[in-house]
């Protein structure tokens, strides 16, 4: 019998599912995230995670990094690409897609749940100067990539994921950013793999051109935090230059850290002004959706500012970041198992040229400054 | 001459050529190239502990070992035996105890063994020296010499073929041995120095004997050497079978039977076949319970039923109930005594596994076994496989493969060496493959190459003392800067009220020489050479984020200066005193003893922080030093207690006490220890050493209560009768007049308007007082002549190596006399304590420390705190705090002012602390941190070097971990 919803509605809660409706689905994520990642909790050792990790240790390390770091190997990336190729081979039954939905309400309690991991005072050991500087320089990245964006016609919910995850240096942004812009799947994915891409092919290049300007281990540890971001990425150029860069860019990538939300902050309220904007316009869809300012950013904005008083200690932090490994595996495996392929090869090209044409004016901007600062004995690094 | 010199060349070059290249030096006990790289973790080689039937924990770990090695004219050479994989436990294992054991990363138990002791005599070795001592690769080391009152005792270590060693000892054969010491438990309180100084020529060290026949400094030999070696080990590789024993019945095992017939003394065990009737093997076995001489050579043999021919070995053992079908136990201490309520069960160990010292592996005549005992307890320690011939790889044989192990699914190499990139001299590319086919990063780490493919991988024991003679440097000098360990960040304030006779946190930065740290060659008036250094250490220090600030506890932060040796006077020694050069002029010292007191065996109470708690030492008067119960053994059941001296700063006394008592080698004992101990002028006597604690009769250590120093080198002055010399602004010494023969000088020192201040008679120096030269104070102040008028106090002293000389008395003079009192503030500073520490042999000034009586508070407002102030008011370094958020340290340095330069330190919070502490510059207090915490910081300085994260359970660890668990 097919009891309307008003009729059902006890309260706000009646909207969501009920646990026989979602318990398939849910299982479904769960299984995937277990077998994915070692998580906070789970004796499982045969997960992918572990698989990866024995088969690096087989191939052998790249500049000193794991390979499959270097392949951006994660919490997210492993759920995901499980839940890609089940979905994909065997087809996910209908009895799922109800649990499947959760990732709606995942999506934004993890990136609640990521506010303690971005700390200001855990970047102010690299001095102001530089803090400036990287902000700069993501935010003109972010600019460069949106402008570039549009020139190419490109869907603005997917220029303005590139240009979210591109300025912060971090593909783990596409999927923060995927209900804040309410990207769609593909665009997510495709955004994420044009990241990996330029991060991949730049951390063999960089330390070519490192070395072609004769860079110090310093500046060239800056120039591979902020010219690639993506962790594993950022560490394969710098050690591929020198052992000495490779700290530094250690060191300095708590900057890239601290920063990250100002940079996904900015690409959403950007968008946001601009669908408030030109409400008219067919070709502005991101943050359409939204009819105001979503509830867990203005939740995240403000633990974020509150942990910034520290409140929350490392250890609990250490803590929630397990939590946040849970509910961003469960969320990918969702992820995964509800994209066909054929969405995200549907975005099609034009976002690998977005990302590489920014990426390299990033780049040259920066190795510039970077240049500028050496010749003038300014004191950025 | 030319001509000569060309044909002796000749000569030289042909007789090298006819007879062939020299032997090269067999590798066994010697240490691979100071340089050779480690990685701690490669997923084949196992670090993991176990318990054994008893519960007892036993620290297990696999390491592969390449050294001796070569590269040369692209080719790699491995000398035999340059290959060597270690398996190590950090305890023993011996039969009847079920000790689990790794055999190429399987897990096995040890059911048998034989042993036997071999005896080596007449060995004489020079100074420097690893002389091998039979043919197995055991090596003696004479590692150092130094001497006490003039004569010398020497420090010697027995080197395995693996290049382990427990630990050195010293002999001589110069002096009172142990069995000498008298009676002083009359003693308490501070007492006099004594004048009788122990050292035994033989050291005893349960199983083994060393025995010294005669040395000097340079050379000794010794008349026998005894140690326990392993002649042949049965390992079972399956976890026995255990079935509950039924008396006058039997129990099926496979196609057998095992019947047990009770007898007044044990149980008839018999073997049969299916059917019953036929007998495979039948005996008398008593039951194993946990007494330790049942696994003696001439006991065991009572315990066990070997079946011929089958894969089969029957024990009885005496089980708790609970324990039942299972190794492991719930608890993690050991187990003194045998339990009263147990289960008889047959156990049958099977998938046996026979290796004999010496012979090759069973499943690879390629490598041969090695099966080293400990020293202490004669039982096995370790098995190496060692390459049984040379071999070489180049580009066409580029991988050499490790011993095959056994395996349930595929016998394969255990390992393999790979170099795959050897340009001329230098080799590029090589690495360890595991038998997962898990490999090591390229152990070439820089582009530039090696010159030869030594390493270490995996964590065995071993490493540490391989490295004994290059640690200092590998850690002193590292490659890739300043390494920083992160903290481990705990959700509450590792709060610690005092830090004295603690040591630092082992994951504190060592930051190395640095300038404004002197360390440099001195040499004394007897022309020895001395390394003097000085450095600083921050202990304890903690984060207290509930109040936003860095504390650094009382006793946290010291400035340390040190010799290599104890720092004497009437030789002109010098020692560092806050970047300067100071001459020490004089000393007080005294004996501290005690007399009836207990001392606890300490057990480490884990509070999550890194600093144990240590309330069961007994002080030593006041911040002084402290006596610590660290180790306990028992050995055929009699409980063996080793006791340490531990100083102010935390390090320990050279020498533990190793004390055992009731054993007797005439009355058929396997071991042996001093029932007492006395070495130098420390001796302890226990009344009674049980396995809990220890109760002393009678304690005496040396203990130092004040020196003076001036920063002015003293001035020899030659004088005849009548003559005299301005001694400082105010005063002369003048000699009145002297007798050569008795060796005495009379001398008076004058102000300077002419007035007598004091006459003294120095001396006499002759044969019977330089006996007991140069530590004893009281013949040091016979001929010391110190005169304090309030202004500039001065001191003369006989000049002892040439007290006359051409009619003349020759002396030394000192001006401007500072003292340093232990337990007041410094003179110079009064913000800091001094705590002089004194040799525990002599009762020489062995350390200068100056320590913070109070707290240190660090925060936002106050970031920089300066250290003692030198003698321009210079602080000589300061801690300098740059980024703190109240939690968290993310950049700190120090600062040392060094000839009018300002020198900072790299960021010692490279990585987020949660503590300032730091050990900065380079001495034996320093020193003696380091090796202890040196397989830390050497996996450290590799998990640094990649930027990788301390080795988690990742990967196929992950898996064996639980796989066997």
Not at chain 1, 255 to 280: H, I, K, Q, S, Y
Not at chain 2, 712 to 741: Q, W, Y
């Amino acid at each position: 019998m097919n009891i309307p919803y008003e009729e059902r509605r006890r309260s706000f809660l009646s909207c969501l599912y009920s646990t026989q409706e979602i318990l398939p689905g849910l299982l479904a994520m769960f299984f995937i995230a277990l077998f994915s990642n070692n998580l906070a909790g789970s004796p499982n050792p045969l997960t992918l995670e572990n698989l990866f990790s024995w088969l690096d240790a087989v191939i052998g390390p790249v500049n000193h990094q794991p390979l499959f770091q270097i392949l951006n190997s994660n919490f997210v990336w492993n759920p995901f690409l499980m839940g890609l190729v089940i979905g994909n081979v065997f087809g996910v039954p209908d009895s799922w897609k109800r649990g499947l939905s959760l990732i709606h309400v995942l999506m934004p309690l993890g990136i609640i749940m990521l506010a303690p991991h971005f700390i200001f005072s855990h970047a102010e050991k690299a001095g102001m100067p530089l803090i400036l500087f990287a902000f700069a320089v993501m935010v003109f990245t972010a600019v460069v990539t949106l402008v570039l964006g549009r020139a190419l016609g490109m869907d603005d919910r997917h220029y303005s994921t590139i240009a979210g995850a591109l300025s912060t240096g971090d593909p783990h942004v596409v999927a923060i950013l995927m209900p804040m812009l309410k990207s769609k799947g593909g665009q997510v994915i495709n955004a994420l793999g044009c990241i990996l891409l330029f991060g991949l092919v730049a951390s063999f290049l960089l330390p070519l051109l490192g070395h072609a300007l004769d860079m110090d281990d310093k500046a060239f540890a800056v120039l591979s935090v902020f010219g690639i971001g993506n962790t594993g990425q950022t560490f394969n150029a710098a050690f591929g230059f020198s052992y000495e860069a490779g700290h530094w860019a250690h060191y300095f990538d708590s900057v890239r850290n601290a920063l990250m939300p100002a940079g996904f902050l900015f690409v959403f309220f950007v968008m946001f002004l601009r669908a408030r904007m030109f409400p008219d316009d067919a070709a502005v869809t991101a943050t359409r959706a939204h009819k105001k300012l979503p509830l867990f950013i203005v939740v995240f904005i403000i633990a974020w500012i509150v942990v910034q008083f520290h409140v929350m200690k490392e250890p609990a932090r250490i803590a929630v970041f397990e939590l946040v490994k849970w509910d961003f595996s469960l969320a990918a495996a969702a992820l995964g198992l509800s994209l066909p392929l054929s969405e995200i090869t549907r975005c099609g090209l034009r976002g690998v040229i977005l990302t590489f044409a920014s990426g390299l004016v990033r780049i040259a901007v920066l190795a510039a400054c970077l240049l500028a600062a050496a010749h003038f004995n300014f004191p950025l690094v | 001459m030319n001509k000569l010199l060309a044909s002796g060349a000749a000569a030289a070059l042909l007789c090298l050529l006819f007879s062939g290249a020299p032997a090269a030096e067999s590798p066994h006990g010697l240490a691979p190239a100071g340089d050779m790289p480690f990685i701690p973790d490669l997923g084949g080689l196992r670090h993991k502990a176990f318990k054994n039937q008893y519960g007892q924990q036993r620290e297990l770990s696999e390491a592969v070992l390449v050294r001796k090695s070569s590269v040369k004219n692209g080719k790699a050479t491995v000398p035999a035996g340059g290959l060597c994989y270690i398996s190590e436990t950090q305890e023993d294992a011996a039969p009847f105890r079920r000790d689990p054991f790794l055999l190429l990363g399987e897990h096995a138990y040890l059911v048998d063994s034989k042993t036997s002791v071999r005896s080596v005599r007449d060995v004489s070795l020079k100074k420097g020296e690893k002389v091998l001592v039979d043919n197995a690769g055991y090596r003696l080391w004479f590692d150092y010499a130094t001497d006490h009152y003039d004569l010398p005792y020497i420090q010697m270590a027995l080197i395995a073929p693996s290049g382990h060693w427990p630990m050195e000892f010293s002999v001589s054969s110069k002096f009172p041995a142990i069995k000498d010491l008298p009676d002083r438990s009359h003693m308490e309180g501070d007492v006099e120095q004594l004048d009788e100084f122990f050292l035994d020529p033989v050291f005893e060290y349960g199983a083994s004997r060393f025995e010294v026949k005669d040395h000097d400094f340079q050379k000794a030999t010794f008349s026998s050497l005894s140690y326990p070696v392993i002649d042949e080990a049965t390992f079972s590789l399956s976890r026995p079978v255990v079935l509950d024993l039924r008396q006058e019945e039997y129990r099926l095992y496979g196609t057998k039977r095992i019947y047990a017939f009770r007898e007044s003394s044990g149980f008839r065990v018999s073997v049969t076949n299916l059917g019953g009737d036929k007998i495979l093997a039948e005996k008398l076995l008593r039951p194993i319970s946990s007494q330790g001489y049942k696994d003696a050579e001439n006991e065991k043999d009572a315990y066990s039923l070997t079946v011929p021919g089958e894969d089969m070995r029957v024990e009885i053992a005496v089980q708790p109930e609970w324990l039942r079908h299972s190794d492991f136990m719930p608890w993690s201490d050991a187990v003194p005594h045998d339990w009263s309520d147990g289960m008889l069960s047959l156990v049958v160990y099977r998938d046996l596994v026979t290796v004999k010292n010496g012979e090759p592996w069973p499943l690879d005549p390629r490598y041969t076994v090695g099966l080293e005992a400990s020293l202490l307890t004669g039982k096995l320690q370790r098995l190496t496989l060692e390459n049984a011939e040379p071999f070489t790889l180049d580009d066409k044989n580029d991988s050499y493969d490790g011993p095959v192990k056994y395996s349930d699914v595929w016998n394969r190499p255990a390992f393999r060496l790979v170099a795959d990139d050897i340009e001329g001299d230098k080799v590029k590319s090589y690495y360890v493959r595991d038998a997962f086919f898990q490999r090591t990063d390229n152990l070439s780490f820089t582009d530039r190459g090696r010159r030869d493919i030594d390493c270490f991988i995996g964590r065995a024991p071993t490493f540490v003392s391989i490295l004994e003679d290059s640690f200092l440097t590998r850690l002193a000098t590292p490659k890739f800067g300043t390494e920083v360990e992160g903290s481990h960040f705990t959700s509450f304030p590792s709060v610690m009220p005092n830090m004295a006779f603690h040591s630092p946190d082992p994951t504190a930065p060592f930051g190395g020489l640095m300038r404004g740290f002197g360390r440099e060659q001195v040499t004394n008036r007897r022309g020895e050479r001395l390394t003097s250094s000085e450095g600083l250490v921050i202990r304890g220090s903690y984060v207290d984020w509930k109040n936003n600030r860095i504390v650094i506890p009382p006793a946290g932060l010291f400035y340390t200066s040190r010799n290599a040796r104890n720092v004497r006077a009437l030789n002109g020694e010098t020692f560092y005193m806050l970047g300067r050069r100071a001459y020490i002029a004089t000393f007080e010292s005294t004996t501290f003893t005690r007399r009836n007191f207990d001392i606890d065996f300490w057990r480490v109470q884990p509070d999550a922080s890194l600093h144990p708690i240590y309330w069961q030492d007994q002080p030593l008067g006041v911040n002084n030093k402290v006596l610590r119960f660290t180790e306990k053994h028992l050995l055929d059941d009699r409980p063996m207690a080793q006791i340490n001296v531990v100083k102010y700063s935390g390090n320990n006394f050279g020498a533990p006490f190793e004390l055992a008592q009731g054993l007797s080698r005439e009355q058929g004992d396997r071991y042996y220890l001093h029932d007492r101990f006395a070495e130098g002028a420390t001796w302890i006597e226990p009344e009674f050493v049980g396995e809990d604690y220890v109760r002393v009769k009678s304690f005496g250590t040396p203990a130092i209560k004040s020196v003076e120093y001036t920063y002015e080198k003293p001035v020899r002055a030659l004088l005849a009768p009548g003559e005299e010399k301005a001694l400082g602004k105010n005063h002369t010494l003048r000699l009145v007049s002297f007798d050569e023969a008795a060796g005495t000088a009379t001398v008076e020192i004058r102000r300077n308007d002419g007035s007598l201040a004091k006459t003294r008679t120095l001396g006499p120096l002759n044969a019977k007082t330089r006996a007991f030269l140069p530590q004893h104070q009281r013949v040091v102040n016979s001929l010391q002549f110190a005169f304090d008028e309030g202004k500039n106090k001065v001191l003369a002293e006989m000049d002892v190596k040439t007290p006359f000389e051409k009619g003349k008395a020759a002396f030394y003079t000192y001006t401007d006399l500072k003292k340093l009192e232990g337990d007041t503030p410094f003179e110079g500073d009064p913000r800091f304590m001094v705590r002089p520490d004194v040799c525990g042999h002599c009762y020489q000034l062995n350390e200068v420390l100056l320590d913070n009586p109070e707290p240190i508070i660090l925060d936002r407002e106050h970031p920089r705190f300066d250290g003692p102030r030198m003698a321009d008011g210079k602080p000589q370094f300061s801690i300098v705090i740059d980024s703190f958020d109240g939690e968290m340290i993310h950049a700190w340095h120090i600062e040392t002012n060094y000839r009018k330069r300002v020198f900072k330190s790299a960021n010692l919070a490279f990585q987020p602390r949660n503590n300032v502490g730091v050990l900065m510059g380079v001495n034996g207090t320093i020193e003696g941190f380091l090796r202890a915490s040196l397989m830390e910081r050497s996996a450290w300085q590799e998990y640094w070097r990649t930027g990788a994260h301390p080795h988690s359970e990742r990967g196929l660890d992950a898996w064996l971990a639980h796989k066997f668990q």
